[in-house]
């Protein structure tokens, strides 16, 4: 089981492998950390490679029909689509 802590760390270090984010850059996003249409890395190619990633260290499946913008909006929505998933 994974607490909303240890999912935020996870996605903290899959957005710095995926988009090559600095990683003293990337320990500063909190919960209310904007994503997508703030970080110019996180484009709409990287949110493919992103979902595949996420998929890989969670373990498991994202349906297309699952993912909206508001998903990207901050790393504490991501982080909590991705307890969703978990059934966390």
Not at 21 to 27: G, M, P, T
Not at 71 to 87: D, H, P, Q, R
Request: hydrophobic share 45%.
């Amino acid at each position: 089981m994974h607490d909303s802590d240890t999912i935020e760390d996870h996605l903290r270090a899959i957005l710095r492998d995926v988009l090559g984010l600095d990683a003293d850059r990337v320990q500063g996003f909190d919960s209310s950390t904007a994503l997508f249409g703030s970080l110019p890395e996180l484009d709409s190619m990287a949110v493919a490679t992103l979902l595949t990633e996420i998929e890989d260290r969670f373990c498991i499946v994202i349906d297309d029909e699952d993912v909206d913008g508001e998903i990207f909006e901050t790393l504490g929505s991501l982080a909590a689509f991705v307890a969703s998933k978990l059934g966390a």
